[in-house]
């Protein structure tokens, strides 16, 4: 069950307004960012700024791809108030596409055979997670560090399961089970396979053993599992912070082929 459309709205102003705060904050922006290390804080907040407004364009546009809202815009302003004003600007631009369509509204997506569905209301909850995780990016370039919240979080592993990871492209090597498992107490599945990759929550959080939730006994034939709290969860499968930061347990080379899995190639 996915956070209510209102409720991912309100959390995206949040998360916008604690980015733009640790910008604020920097003692330049010209400070390189650790966790995006081609990045400098100002290439991170041009990244949020125009892809949020590149996305508004998108939601605005139903499902035929929009162009770019950055072709033919100012330039970004490089002043910090006026930068942090842009930022601002770009958000409520999101929020108010967002607002107009509804979460049920058709919309263009890349993420085809995925488990999220190609709407709006999929929009708005992928994006929550986008300025979730930069809002991390740039706190921690301040030496400020926070937690996601944990609502956000605990969604926010099953979106990127569902949007990031799920695929109908075919699992390059033996099937396997990875099971995430939140300290808050809620676990889920993904099942890797030649049918490719699907996530199911699990009713019993950290209980079922690799061949329940509808796991084919004779199919799993690697299995990996992970413990922590849901934003360390996030954190990991957003390559922010190492694996070694939660309790483990299995082959552990599966969510190195997991990290390493591109299902395009």
């Not at 139903?62 to 600007?89: F, M, N, T």
């Not at 919309?107 to 995925?114: E, H, I, L, N, Q």
Request: with cysteine; net charge negative.
């Amino acid at each position: 069950m996915t956070l209510e459309f209102p409720v991912l709205l309100r959390l995206i102003d949040e998360r916008s307004t604690a980015f733009r705060a640790a910008v604020a904050s920097a003692p330049s922006l010209d400070v390189q960012v650790p966790t995006c290390p081609e990045w400098t804080l100002f290439d991170l907040a041009q990244h949020i700024g125009e892809g949020r407004r590149d996305w508004a364009a998108t939601v605005a546009a139903g499902p035929a791809p929009a162009k770019s809202a950055a072709e033919g815009a100012p330039a970004v302003p490089r002043e910090r108030e006026a930068l942090l004003a842009w930022l601002a600007e770009s958000t409520e631009q999101l929020l108010d596409a967002l607002r107009k369509a509804g979460p049920d509204r058709g919309c263009w997506t890349w993420w085809g055979t995925s488990q999220s569905p190609p709407t709006s209301g999929a929009v708005a909850r992928h994006q929550l997670q986008q300025m979730a995780v930069h809002t991390y990016d740039a706190q921690i370039t301040v030496g400020a560090p926070q937690p996601l919240p944990d609502e956000v979080a605990l969604d926010g592993v099953d979106e990127f399961l569902s949007t990031c990871v799920a695929t109908t492209s075919a699992w390059p090597h033996k099937p396997a089970a990875i099971d995430f498992h939140a300290s808050e107490g809620r676990s889920w599945r993904l099942s890797l396979s030649a049918d490719g990759a699907r996530t199911a929550r699990l009713p019993e959080p950290g209980t079922m053993p690799a061949t329940a939730a509808g796991q084919d006994p004779n199919a799993a034939a690697a299995f990996f599992s992970a413990w922590g709290t849901a934003s360390e969860l996030v954190l990991i499968l957003h390559n922010r912070i190492p694996i070694n930061s939660l309790k483990l347990d299995g082959d552990r080379r599966l969510f190195e082929q997991l990290s390493a899995w591109d299902p395009d190639e």
